[in-house]
């Protein structure tokens, strides 16, 4: 399962009318085979290993300024 998968569609042939009967054309017919099975759970899993811890240093010094423009 493909998040943007009409994008996906459209760059594929793209790709294919770009390099026309090319070998490279024929290599990149079937990239979403190049995914295994929990290829998307793991990046959205790693996305998220990434992602979270920076979003809560950013809202506790967010909080800790507010905090402490309240209460001085």
Not at 14 to 32: H, I, P, S, T, V
Request: net charge negative; charged share 25%; hydrophobic share 55%.
């Amino acid at each position: 399962m493909i998040l943007f998968q009409r994008k996906f569609d459209r760059m594929k042939a793209f790709e294919k009318e770009r390099l026309g009967n090319d070998r490279r054309a024929l290599e990149q017919e079937n990239l979403e085979d190049c995914l295994e099975k929990n290829d998307t759970l793991a990046l959205i899993l790693s996305a998220l290993i990434t992602i979270v811890p920076v979003a809560l240093v950013f809202l506790c010094l967010i909080s800790a300024i507010a905090y402490f423009l309240i209460v001085h």
